[in-house]
């Protein structure tokens, strides 16, 4: 023991020296088994606290002959620095070890956690709206609106459709009491516009419209886009008409074929209606496509002179076409029931999340 | 419009070109194909001829007959009453297969029965009369035991096209024809007759006519003689083919000639001209001013209706056959103006019928030479004309080349015109004029011509090309509510709203029993769709209830949508809101809630509201509809103290099976403000002090908030409750306790300084409410 070490002035500097190792072995033993943090501060102040093991052994230091103390001091200051990096080194571990049971300790299945069912979603339609909008924005189009009760002047009679006319049978109206009516299509935006601002107009019109039928295929209300350019007489074409549609459906669908076969509208003349071949089975011919092959998404046409004639504009050419929304969306997103669009059931909108 | 293939080759030849060649080409020049199908009758059905026709003993209505089908006669039990001795009818022999029905030997009423005498439905084919098909050689020789399907009237192909209301000229297959000619370069003939078929006596000894000269219209009569008049199979056939059915034959017969040539025929009995004198058409105008044809008796409107009383009776023999045509123009707006009865005919003459009208008379004459037995035509005809004046259009070439962005050679213009049936006036170096034809009555500017033009040119092989435009600053109002729409809408969308659409028609009813405004009786629809859709929305939620009652049935335990939309007020004025709605769980079923979220709360609406439509205030709401929550619901107002929309909870008590649902409805246009300007902010040290106050118990915060709101020392920033304690021992006041926050722009506050600021706020608080520190 190092006890003795004082006390016995014979035992030669090798035996004492011996006696260290041994004692400091003992302390390394100590310090490795501590459990603990608080262990081992325990045996850190019995080494090295004031009353401790050094501090008692450099006392004991003053007894030896002087040619003894350096030597022994040297091994005693060896054994000190060993021991207290082996306190650090065991601390070090220690504290490891504490700190990554804390972090076990706040376990989480993460696999458990709910990252689902908080987001909403746009509706099919409105989002489809948005895209067409982003088009049309981005090639330099203004965007329009007008009421949604309207004046028989602007839904028909502007646009080319006398009362009599056979083709206002094609668009079933709800009328008010008052002789107003619930616009059948966005067309009677293009007159309040042309009949408030002077060309050249360039301007899309979306927007709620609404017609007497409701089946399977067909709801009351349901949603358009209406196009209309207006420029100098001779300057518009039906070649621009034809550019900007096929750029247009290539935009919203992609690789489509894009045909466009003769038809009438009233408003328009030449007028043509604008095919896409068919998204399901890319022209075979499937249910989807009656067998045809091709869907029909658009209707379009050289604005006709009655229409000018009748905002008295001069010496203007100019295209309009119109799109159904609810078309595109069901198209685009293989939503198999009109109706369903305007049900508000989740069970539809949460696909779309 | 529906035609067959087999009915067109009466008009062109189609040899070589398929069903598919024509549907296509259809739809490349205007003439949408709607649906195709071809008629397939089965296999086994071949023709057969009743040898015997007799009573069944044991069964009033069925016949025992013996069929001859030419390698064999058979028995077989027939149930239709129309089965007659020596008549050619359809039979499914043994084996065959009609629809889902596998033709067998079978028992009935103990007699074996070795075939089945067809109807047409059995056959596929539509119903063309009561009881079994009787053929007869319109649709060909009749050779028993000849397979039905071998007749090319059985195998023809029947095309549904969707005519445009401007060419009334295709409503008709002659007119299908002869746009398919001129896509096709293939010559439309016209079915002559070999020999002029008529009898000797002329139509002037037994018919004369007496016209008003205000009559408008254009008439053309013929008649004949038939003791036997009854239209063949063929021709009964291809009218139920086209979806009609006529119990008159005089009828069918005119329909089926109007049908094929575009000119409207009808067919009189006799009887309806003969007076007490001379027997006379009268034509001249009714007191509604149609042009009308007149025997004793009204006998039609010309071109609208004929009355029951003028059409051919069963014992008649002899026939008048008109041809007419009225101006479309006026006819539709006099129908407009007053309309009255109409008939099949009406469709046609106000889109425009074929005013030439020889050629509805001579095909008439053609098919009774063809189809019809004991016929005795009336040589000469009535007639009654008005010139129809003829459109004549200048073509300016640079105009038409710039509408249609590209130089078309003039003589494929000039071909296409003249096969569409232009006269061609001239041609000159920058322009030609050409002439419409009789029939086209839709066509009158150049635009007219240049779509005849470019239709048939086909418009898929026109240029495309960008136009050119000048650069404008087109971001408008309108695009700024729309950019600021979307905004709200991604916001809901992450506060988990869904956002839906609904119509905006309400029940009225509903309206009303719920005490939501409504439209004025004399500005609401006259038309609505159904009575549940009968008037226009004053609100989103009446809509956002209905779908959120709906999903919970749908077992959705939470329901969160918005829309946005119009609504009217009662002055039906139209205003775009953005409502929602939130029921059921506060949040989705999971593990940290055991499965049992709690219900939505006030508190958890309103801080959805907020991170979705920005700040507000709220106060307490004082006028009731009937869903709303007497202590649940509030005004929503801006910084500058506007309403801009209402928040409520759903009455617990209302019959709508919702459990606790919370609604809110904002005005859009009040939503949007102006991104703000950067205000300077203090450096210096900022304190919060807390006060609990004990105020009376019914006193509302925001009665607290208006009074310090513009009074306070300008070192306090802001404050706002932090807590709310009630208790018994405070009787009839509460705790209240609001957190301010001080600061001073140009230094630290002391202590003192800081007191003596709460010194102020306690004051005014004393002597504006009366209220003290707890």
């Not at chain 1, 207006?230 to 489509?256: P, T, W």
């Not at chain 2, 025992?64 to 499914?92: F, M, P, T, W």
């Not at chain 2, 040290?685 to 807390?690: E, I, R, W």
């Not at chain 2, 709101?709 to 021992?729: C, M, N, S, T, W």
Request: aromatic content about 10%.
């Amino acid at each position: 023991m190092i006890f003795a070490l004082g006390v016995c002035s014979s035992v030669s500097y090798f035996e004492i020296k011996k006696e260290i190792e041994v004692t400091v072995k003992e302390w390394s033993e100590k310090i490795k088994n501590c459990a603990s943090l608080e262990e081992l501060e325990a045996v850190r102040v019995e080494l090295f606290g004031k009353k401790g093991f050094f501090a008692k052994e450099f006392e004991k230091l003053k007894a030896l002959p002087k040619e003894e103390k350096p030597k022994v001091a040297k091994e005693l200051n060896l054994a000190k620095e060993q021991l207290f990096k082996e306190i650090q080194l065991k601390k070090d571990e220690l504290l490891a070890k504490e700190i990554d049971k804390k972090l076990q300790e706040e376990y989480i299945d993460v696999s458990l956690l709910n990252s689902k069912g908080y987001k909403g979603a746009l509706h099919p339609v409105m989002y489809t709206l948005d895209k067409i909008i982003e088009y049309f924005s981005a090639l330099n189009y203004s965007i329009q609106t007008g009421p949604l009760v309207e004046d028989d002047f602007y839904n028909f009679e502007a646009l080319n459709l006398p009362k009599h006319h056979p083709a206002r049978d094609m668009q079933d109206t709800f009328y008010f009491k008052d002789g107003k009516l619930l616009r059948t299509h966005t067309s009677p935006v293009q007159i309040r516009t042309m009949l408030s601002t002077k060309p050249p107009i360039r301007m899309i019109s979306p927007g709620a419209v609404f017609r007497r039928d409701y089946d399977l295929t067909h709801t009351p209300m349901f949603h358009q886009v209406e196009g209309l350019v207006v420029d100098k007489a001779k300057k518009v074409s039906f070649a621009n008409l034809k550019f900007i549609l096929e750029d247009f459906l290539h935009y919203i669908f992609g690789d489509v074929k894009v045909r466009f076969r003769p038809s009438f509208f009233p408003f328009t003349e030449p007028s043509a209606e604008v095919d896409i071949s068919c998204l399901f089975c890319e022209g075979k011919g499937c249910r989807v496509c009656s067998q045809t092959g091709w869907l029909e998404v658009l209707g379009c046409g050289m604005v006709d002179p009655n229409v000018f004639e009748a905002v008295e504009y001069e010496d203007v050419s100019g295209y309009a076409f119109g799109l159904g929304v609810e078309r595109f969306a069901m198209l685009l997103h293989h939503i198999g029931d009109l109706r369903s669009l305007f049900e508000g059931d989740l069970r539809l909108l949460e696909q779309f999340r | 419009m529906i035609v067959t293939r087999e009915w067109l080759q009466e008009w062109i030849d189609l040899e070589g070109i398929t069903t598919q060649e024509i549907i296509d080409t259809l739809n490349r020049i205007g003439l949408e194909v709607a649906e195709y199908k071809k008629i397939e009758i089965p296999q086994g059905v071949v023709v057969g001829r009743v040898k015997s026709c007799q009573k069944h003993p044991d069964a009033k209505k069925l016949h025992i007959c013996e069929v001859d089908v030419g390698d064999e006669i058979l028995k077989i039990v027939c149930g239709a009453s129309n089965v007659q001795y020596a008549r050619y009818v359809a039979v499914a022999k043994i084996g065959s297969k009609l629809k889902d029905l596998q033709i067998e030997k079978v028992e009935i009423r103990g007699v074996e029965s070795s075939g089945m005498v067809c109807s047409s439905s059995e056959l596929g084919l539509p119903k063309m009369e009561n009881g079994i098909m009787l053929l007869d050689d319109s649709i060909g020789k009749l050779v028993v035991g000849k397979e039905l399907r071998e007749y090319d009237a059985f195998r023809d192909e029947v095309i549904d096209i969707e005519i445009t209301p401007n060419r009334g000229d295709c409503l008709s297959v002659k007119g299908v024809a002869r746009e398919l000619g001129v896509a096709l370069k293939r010559r439309v003939k016209f079915p002559q007759l070999d020999r002029d078929n008529s009898f000797r006596i002329g139509i002037g000894r037994i018919l004369n006519i007496l016209p008003d000269k205000s009559v408008n219209a254009q008439l053309l009569y013929k008649a004949f003689r038939s003791e036997e008049f009854s239209n063949p199979f063929l021709i009964r056939m291809r009218i139920a083919l086209v979806g009609e059915r006529f119990e008159n034959r005089g009828e069918e017969f005119a329909f089926y000639i109007t049908h094929s040539t575009g000119v409207i025929t009808r067919i009189y009995g006799y009887d309806t001209f003969r007076g007490e004198e001379s027997p006379l058409i009268i034509a001249k105008k009714d007191e509604e001013g149609y042009d009308c044809v007149y025997g004793d008796k009204k006998a039609s409107v010309v071109g609208v209706y004929q009355f029951d009383h003028s059409k051919p009776k069963i014992d008649e023999a002899i026939f008048v056959l008109e041809a007419s045509y009225v101006d479309p123009e006026e006819i539709s707006q006099k129908m407009f103006k007053k309309p009255i009865e109409n008939d099949w005919s009406y469709y046609r003459s106000g889109r425009g019928s074929d005013p030439r009208l020889e050629v509805g008379i001579n095909y008439a004459k053609l098919i009774l030479d063809k189809y019809y037995k004991g016929i005795e035509l009336y040589s000469g005809m009535l007639e009654y004309r008005k010139e129809i004046p003829t459109k004549v259009i200048k073509i300016d070439f640079e105009e038409f080349n710039s509408l249609i962005g590209q130089e078309l050679e003039r003589s494929s213009i000039v071909e296409i015109l003249k096969a569409l049936g232009f006269t061609i006036v001239n041609v000159n170096e920058d322009s030609m004029v050409v002439q419409t034809p009789i029939f086209r009555h839709d066509i009158s500017n150049l635009q007219d011509v240049a779509e005849e033009i470019v239709r048939i040119y086909g418009i898929d092989n026109l240029n495309s090309k960008p136009l050119k435009f000048v650069e404008k600053n087109r971001i408008n109002e309108v695009y700024k509510l729309y950019t600021f729409k979307k905004e709200l809408r991604e916001r809901a969308i992450a506060n988990g709203y869904f956002e839906t659409l609904s119509f905006i028609f309400n029940d009225k009813s509903f309206l009303e029993k719920y005490g939501f405004e409504t439209l004025k009786e004399e500005l609401d629809l006259i038309n609505p769709i159904t009575s549940n859709l009968n008037t226009l929305r004053t609100s989103l939620i009446p809509n956002l209830i209905s779908q959120t009652i709906q999903n919970l049935k749908n077992a959705k335990k939470q329901v969160k949508l918005f829309e946005i939309g119009s609504v009217f007020d009662t002055h039906r004025q139209e205003k775009e809101k953005i409502g929602f709605i939130f029921s059921g769980a506060s949040e989705p079923e999971e593990v940290k809630n055991q499965g049992k979220p709690a219900n939505v709360t006030l508190e958890t609406f309103i801080s959805d509201l907020s991170r979705i439509v920005g700040d507000f205030e709220l106060k307490k709401a004082y006028s009731f509809n009937k869903l709303m929550h007497p202590y649940q619901s509030a005004i929503a107002l801006n910084e500058k103290g506007e309403e801009i929309g209402v928040i409520y909870k759903i009455r617990p008590d209302v019959e709508l099976e919702l459990v606790d649902t919370f609604v809110a409805e904002f005005d859009l246009e009040k939503l949007q403000r102006p991104y703000p300007k950067a205000k300077e902010f203090s450096p210096f040290q900022l304190s919060f002090k807390d006060l609990s106050l004990l105020i009376p118990s019914d006193m509302e915060y925001k009665t607290i908030k208006d009074t310090l709101k513009d009074k306070l020392p300008q070192e306090v920033k802001r404050f706002y409750p932090i807590d709310l304690y009630e208790d018994e021992q405070l009787g009839d006041k509460k705790s209240l306790t609001l957190r301010f926050a001080i600061q001073s722009d140009k230094k630290t506050l002391t202590e003192e300084e800081i007191s003596a600021l709460i010194e102020e706020i306690l004051a005014l608080l004393k002597n504006g409410l009366g209220i003290e520190l707890r």
